[in-house]
């Protein structure tokens, strides 16, 4: 067992943090919150200097852990263009890899996965949107809900119902790449969150949008498996997301209980919150590595990478309201009060932390090992 | 146990919340308590509800009063944060001269406002003063509009700041966004003591069952508006109340309130507020918390009304929770200063 990264990843991640402390300035991080506008320009600066680099999965995690320990919001934002590619690098066809994912990679489009639906996204079998197959293309009608990059992205993995699936819903399932600009297609930017306010997040209208055939990603009927495997992958990177979040509110609250001096940081009640926050943060980071070490050794494990997932959610939580506790009420502007309010989304997307439970005891009860 | 009076004032609170809290988009928060709100909260009774009668008071007792809050913590905490600071804090403070209760009889009718600086143990008020004025800088102040100031000194004198008040808002406070934070700057503003009780002291120990009332309030309104949404929210084809995880949670933080009402309305409420306010506060932000989490993705937006209770519940904590406050209930506990290494 290895706990260590190679020197080229330490000065990669040293490279990112350098970059996150220069461009995340705290008026910066405040801005993009309060205006609730996406940071375009820093993810196209981001990605020119090399610190998004999709070919190496270890680079991606590094990146969005330091950057969300700087801020969260913009941190997901200049992370985030390429949400839903593993669909089309895995299950879909060197037409759509050309077409798409190239266009990604270089940085010039965003894209975005719509999974979730008004009604729900928890139940991600119970998917309505109606894609009818209509000669060579598919006629697309539904709505999809919080969709990130939804307003912005230049197309989107969208998940479809193509049938009813001899009786079992998620045998019905398909995965269609949708362009945003087709017509019936319609975006409704969602004001409003709580916090990851840089990010931009949509309600998705779609009245017969005409897809072409070719833009099924693999087969029909396959949407289901392969959203799960996507999600199995996307966890991890969202487990990293959390990581960051409460690495950020650690820090912040370590130097000010440094800077209030013995007669704060020499009380054991200090200590013991400090101590707690750190081990689990300590904890988050091994399962999550642990999960990451084996997706990206081709071998996932869905049970430890729901856990990696959970327990970063819950410890993103905790770190960010105990660093809110220790600071008292003048934290109610600033830094800290942002990476609280930004906290909260890691239990929420991606799979709840129930939903993760779900997935780690069935795991579980199928023979995993805890 | 509740009185007629009571029961009178908490359906005639819900009826104000009901015909003048605008509903929706998180309430009063765009728009903050107007002048126009204030006037008719006083003119309802609200914000003199505790006052006393010179003060121009009705004079209540403890119970119809956090009831009141209690009730308006539900659904807009800001407005209840508004009502105990005029009452409990500025009550406590202004009442004991003439000048000062002229002050309060204007307040409580709407027809001043002001802001009190926020005690805590590593907030600094910096201020200097001399004969009869003073300057300085006060580092978080919240309330209405900034026209008089009650303020903490080093020294441990509370003041009132009258004039020389520049006031500093900021932008998207965490919590009680109905109200105004920011920090203050004095300059040579005239000032006057007040009375010989602390304003820490007030806050550490002076308002525990209005802190408790606010903070069960935002519990219930949590946990109620979350039990109604999982009976109707269906997911895998079913009520999300039939899970029983979610059943579970809700059920153990509804015993929970329940315990705390029947605590605080309970004769012994005086002798246990310590313990009431710390598993109010305790209580507020877990079930607040919780509320966000089971309304999926709409609990993570301001349109719901939900995750600002996690907002407000965490300033409660950030505001009224704190290393002193335990070991005043440590000191409860056990009968002698405890856990203070
Ligand atoms: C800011 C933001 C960005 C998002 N971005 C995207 C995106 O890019 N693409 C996308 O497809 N979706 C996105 N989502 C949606 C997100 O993934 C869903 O909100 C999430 O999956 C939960 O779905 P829901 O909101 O419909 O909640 P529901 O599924 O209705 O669940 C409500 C609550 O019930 C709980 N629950 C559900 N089933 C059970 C059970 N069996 N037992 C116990 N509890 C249960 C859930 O955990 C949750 O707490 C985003 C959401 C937000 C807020």
Redesign the interface.
């Known amino acids: 067992m290895d706990f260590k990264f190679s020197e080229e990843l330490n000065q990669f991640r040293e490279k990112v943090r350098k970059f996150g402390q220069k461009e995340f300035t705290p008026e910066r991080a405040r801005k993009f919150?309060?205006e609730e506008k996406y940071p375009d320009e820093l993810r196209k600066l981001a990605y020119q200097q090399g610190l998004v680099d999709y070919s190496d999965p270890w680079k991606v995690m590094i990146s969005i852990e330091e950057l969300c320990s700087i801020d969260p919001g913009l941190g997901i934002s200049v992370t985030i263009p390429y949400f839903g590619a593993e669909v089309i690098l895995l299950f879909g066809s060197d037409m759509l890899k050309e077409k798409y994912l190239s266009r990604v990679n270089s940085g010039e489009a965003i894209m975005g996965l719509a999974v979730?639906e008004p009604?729900?996204?928890?139940?991600v079998a119970?998917s309505t949107t109606r894609a009818e197959k209509k000669g060579d293309k598919y006629v697309v009608s539904g709505s999809k809900?919080?969709i990130s990059n939804g307003n912005i992205a230049d197309f989107l993995v969208t998940l479809v119902r193509t049938s009813e699936g001899d009786g079992k819903r998620h045998h019905g399932l398909s995965v269609l790449v949708i362009d945003t600009g087709s017509t019936g297609f319609n975006a409704n930017k969602?004001t409003?969150?709580?916090?990851v306010r840089a990010t931009t997040t949509a309600e998705i209208s779609m009245q017969n949008v005409e897809v072409p055939a070719e833009n099924l990603v693999g087969e029909e009927g396959k949407g289901f498996y392969y959203i799960m495997t996507f999600f199995n992958i996307s966890r991890i990177f969202v487990a990293a997301q959390g990581i960051g979040i409460a690495q950020g509110a650690y820090n912040r609250a370590l130097e000010l209980v440094k800077k209030?001096g013995e007669s704060?940081s020499g009380?054991?009640?200090?200590q013991f919150i400090l101590a707690e926050m750190a081990t689990k943060i300590k904890a988050t980071r091994l399962v999550t590595y642990e999960a990451a070490s084996y997706l990206f050794n081709f071998e996932p494990d869905p049970a430890i990478t729901s856990m990696a997932k959970q327990m970063a959610g819950e410890t993103a939580?905790f770190v960010a309201?105990k660093a809110?506790?220790l600071?008292?009420?003048?934290?109610?502007?600033g830094d800290l009060?942002r990476i609280?309010?930004d906290a909260?989304?890691l239990?929420?997307?991606e799979g709840?932390?129930?939903i993760e439970k779900l997935v780690i005891s069935r795991n579980l009860l199928k023979g995993g090992k805890a | 146990m509740s009185s007629e009076i009571t029961d009178i004032l908490r359906a005639s609170a819900r009826e104000f919340i009901s015909k003048s809290v605008p509903s929706g988009?998180?309430g009063l928060e765009k728009s903050g308590i107007t002048a126009e709100l204030r006037k008719k909260l006083a003119d309802q009774g609200f914000l003199n509800i505790a006052l006393s009668p010179e003060a121009g008071g009705a004079g209540l007792e403890i119970e119809p009063y956090i009831a009141v809050l209690e009730e308006f913590s539900r659904v807009e905490p800001s407005i209840a944060m508004e009502i105990m600071l005029i009452n409990s804090v500025a009550g406590k403070l202004l009442g004991h001269f003439e000048d000062g209760m002229e002050m309060l009889r204007k307040t409580a009718s709407g027809e001043k406002s002001f802001i009190v600086s926020?005690p805590?143990?590593?907030?600094k008020n910096s201020v200097h003063s001399k004969e009869a004025t003073l300057s300085g800088d006060v580092?978080?102040a919240v309330g209405g509009s900034p026209e008089y100031l009650i303020m903490n000194e080093p020294a441990g004198r509370t003041l009132l700041v009258r004039s020389g008040i520049s006031f500093r808002k900021?932008?998207?406070?965490?919590?009680f966004r109905a109200l105004s934070?920011g920090k203050v700057e004095i300059k040579d503003g005239q000032y006057e003591k007040v009375g010989d009780r602390s304003l820490e002291n007030i806050f550490l120990s002076g308002i525990n069952l209005e802190v408790s009332a606010i903070a069960l309030g935002i519990a219930e309104g949590a946990i109620e508006k979350t039990i109604e949404y999982t009976k109707v929210r269906?997911?895998?084809?079913t009520s999300l109340k039939d899970?029983g995880?979610?059943a579970s949670a809700m059920s153990r933080m509804k015993t929970e309130i329940e315990l705390l009402r029947t605590a605080i309305t309970s004769e012994s409420v005086h002798e246990n507020q310590e313990m009431i306010r710390h598993k109010s506060l305790e209580l507020a932000?877990n079930a607040s918390?919780a509320a966000?989490?089971y309304h999926?993705?709409y609990?993570?937006?301001?349109?719901f009304g939900i995750?600002k209770l996690?907002?407000d519940s965490?300033?409660m904590?950030?505001?009224f929770?704190?290393?002193k406050q335990?070991l005043i209930l440590h000191k409860k506990i056990y009968g002698s200063e405890s856990?203070?290494?």
């Open positions: 919150d309060l979730t009604s729900g996204g928890s139940d119970g809900m919080f969602l409003g969150k709580l916090g209030r704060f009380k054991e009640e200090v939580v309201e809110l506790e600071a008292g009420i003048e934290a109610v502007d009060e609280f309010r909260k989304i239990e929420i997307w709840t932390s129930e | 988009e998180n926020v805590g143990e590593y907030v580092p978080v900021f932008q998207k406070p965490l919590g934070w269906k997911v895998f084809n899970f995880p979610v932000l918390r966000v989490q999926g993705g609990g993570y937006f301001e349109a995750e996690y907002r965490m300033t904590k950030m505001m929770g704190g290393l335990d856990g203070f290494l």
